[in-house]
């Protein structure tokens, strides 16, 4: 867990305090440090591990993110819900290496805070290569996410491969919405789509009309338009990204073996923007990547 002193960083910075998991959630596990942004226009808590947006709320407005009941905020383990960081990998990996990437369960560093002209919150967070991520992912990098909280919730993640050679690189912004019901919730900006359907046998098939889950569902649409909008009764969530992926996922009754969703699954839709399977990437030497997404609400 990291020891690193935030308290210069967070001099004169109004709205940005850090407190233990388990006196901000009542949720077990062995306590992770929680960064709480609060001002008047929304507010929002992330994990540094992973840095790792666990809720965003507009002023006036619900929580957009669902957290798992059953989360557990454990060094080392993914936290269940939120907006977990698939990153440099997306999904399983060739040599068994752990899902997602290391990103997720790693500490990340706190870099910068500030206070924005509009009443927004920025903050700045980090995470460098070391000798152990080299063994994982022959690259040195750089990961910087900027984190924008005001009406919006905006995140820019910046992907610099320091490297002498090109690095191969899938990610997402696996964000677990809450809404009343996954089944009730149309999810529009996918019509005519391409997907790939990764429940059973691995299928191509085009999206006929609006999708709505009806159960289980792990499925990566391709080359997606910008936005897509969450129907969730009377309010719309708003997903707008640069990410040419999205994956759309519940694992429905599978959950109720799933040590850290159980029966809540019902309470959340998993719509991931990233860049995967055909929409893969590389970085190419010194270079830089850069991805966008903005999260909002309408009523
Ligand atoms: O349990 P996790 O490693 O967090 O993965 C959760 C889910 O992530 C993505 O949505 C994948 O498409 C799913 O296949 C996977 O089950």
């Given at each position: 867990m990291s020891n690193i002193d935030y308290s210069t960083i967070l001099t004169g910075i109004e709205g940005v305090r850090i407190v233990s998991s388990n006196e901000k959630y009542a949720q077990s596990g062995a306590g992770l440090p929680i960064v709480v942004v609060e001002n008047q226009l929304g507010s929002a808590s992330l994990a540094l591990q992973g840095c790792h947006l666990l809720s965003f709320v507009p002023a006036h407005g619900n929580d957009l993110l669902w957290l798992s009941p059953l989360a557990s905020f454990d060094p080392d383990k993914a936290i269940r819900g939120g907006?977990?960081?698939?990153?440099?990998?997306?999904?399983?990996?060739?040599?068994?290496?752990?899902s997602h990437g290391f990103a997720r369960t790693s500490d990340w560093t706190l870099e910068k805070a500030s206070n924005q002209p509009d009443g927004s919150t920025l903050l700045i967070l980090s995470l460098s290569s070391t000798t152990e991520t080299l063994a994982m992912?022959?690259?040195?990098?750089?990961?910087e996410m900027q984190i924008e909280v005001?009406?919006?919730?905006?995140?820019?993640?910046?992907?610099?491969?320091?490297?002498d050679t090109p690095a191969p690189f899938t990610y997402a912004f696996h964000t677990y919405f809450a809404v009343d019901d996954y089944t009730q919730c149309p999810i529009l900006g996918l019509e005519d789509l391409t997907y790939i359907d990764t429940v059973g046998e691995v299928r191509r098939l085009p999206q006929e009309g609006t999708l709505q889950l009806t159960g289980h569902t792990d499925r990566v649409y391709l080359d997606v338009p910008e936005a897509q909008t969450i129907v969730d009764g009377a309010r719309q969530i708003h997903i707008h990204g640069t990410a040419k992926?999205?994956?759309v996922w519940n694992a429905a009754?599978?959950?109720l073996n799933i040590a850290d969703i159980g029966p809540a699954?019902?309470?959340?839709v998993c719509v991931e923007r990233g860049d995967v399977f055909d929409n893969a990437l590389t970085i190419a030497p010194q270079s830089r990547f850069s991805s966008v997404m903005t999260l909002s609400e309408t009523r």
């Open positions: 907006i977990p960081l698939c990153l440099p990998w997306f999904g399983g990996h060739p040599a068994g290496l752990q992912w022959p690259h040195a990098f750089r990961f005001g009406t919006e919730l905006k995140l820019t993640l910046n992907v610099d491969n320091l490297s992926s999205a994956i009754e599978h959950a699954y019902t309470r959340y």
